[in-house]
């Protein structure tokens, strides 16, 4: 691919970052990505992520807990399951994806309380929550340290904050990448893995200590990511993402190239109706001091 100032912009995943702001302007399209993001990628892989991770941080009936950058809040909802009478709040700066989370809970809505704000000004007193999850929102904010301390001062001091962070590109987005590049450009080819190629992980225990948190670790969980009947959920994993408007507007020979090249490159990953491809995300967790 060319080295162009795009490209460096895209690889450290500021377009991505971009791309979410810019939603909060056009309510309309947020909220058609919002239902392609619950219908696929919460299906997919959000869902079981929420539930790897919560099966190994152990939250209680008693905590009070924060989902920040909750989406369209399946990781409150997973939670809810787990631990019904824990309080339960999410807070995500598209107002998409808080219209999506408050329609699919709206047979409970005494169980969540939904908000929409951004990550680094929040509408919650110092010290209002024992525990904050932040499931694959920090690759997007844009400011991550300012993230951090915001997290810490509505964090009661020993409250937890747990963070998931893709760990590296899956086999299934590589091949995506490669077929967009072919077919719609090598900047959106970039862009559609900047969720998977975020530049600070490792730095990300640095920057936990430095905002206030102690009692850093971190371990790696991999999932299968499982996409039922892919010609059809592919176009979904597409309009889901970033570049989701940029292929679309290609037409739906191209969206078909795609579809076609990536089932061709992921072959060995195809089981029966189902393509299945495993994807690491790091778990952080760390103590508020
Ligand atoms: C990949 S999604 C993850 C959503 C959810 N945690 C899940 O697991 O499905 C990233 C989310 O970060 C949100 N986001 C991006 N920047 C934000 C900010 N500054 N403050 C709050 N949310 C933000 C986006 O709107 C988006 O819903």
Redesign the pocket.
């Known amino acids: 691919m060319e080295d162009s100032s795009d490209d460096r912009a895209l690889a450290s995943g500021s377009f991505a970052k971009e791309e979410?702001g810019m939603?909060r302007d056009a309510f309309q399209l947020a909220r058609g990505a919002a239902t392609a993001y619950e219908q696929q990628k919460?299906v997919a892989i959000?869902r079981p992520l929420?539930e790897a991770t919560l099966a190994v941080v152990g939250i209680s009936d008693e905590d009070v807990v924060l989902d920040v950058?909750?989406?369209?809040g399946?990781?409150s909802r997973v939670l809810h399951q787990h631990s019904p009478k824990a309080a339960i709040t999410g807070?995500?700066?598209?107002e998409g994806?808080i219209a999506t989370a408050r329609a699919v809970t709206s047979q409970q809505p005494d169980a969540y309380r939904w908000e929409v704000?951004?990550?680094?000004s929040m509408p919650f007193a110092d010290g209002a929550f024992t525990v904050a999850i932040c499931?694959?929102?920090l690759q997007?904010?844009?400011d991550e340290a300012s993230a951090m301390n915001e997290i810490r001062r509505v964090l009661r001091p020993g409250g937890r904050f747990i963070l998931t962070v893709w760990a590296e590109p899956p086999r299934f987005f590589i091949a995506l990448a490669e077929a967009i590049g072919r077919h719609v450009s090598s900047q959106d080819a970039t862009r559609s893995l900047a969720?998977f190629t975020y530049p600070g992980l490792d730095a990300i225990p640095a920057l936990l200590r430095s905002s206030g948190f102690a009692e850093v670790r971190s371990s790696d969980l991999t999932i299968d990511r499982v996409i039922r009947d892919p010609e059809t959920s592919i176009p979904l994993e597409i309009k889901g993402n970033p570049v989701g408007p940029a292929v679309t507007a290609r037409g739906e020979g191209v969206m078909a190239d795609i579809v076609s090249d990536v089932l061709s490159s992921c072959r060995d990953l195809v089981h029966g109706s189902d393509l299945i491809s495993p994807q690491t995300a790091r778990l952080f967790t760390a103590i508020a001091v």
């Open positions: 979410f939603a919460v959000f929420a950058a909750c989406g369209t399946i990781v807070l995500d700066l598209n994806m704000g951004d990550v680094t499931q694959q929102g997007f904010f844009p969720p």
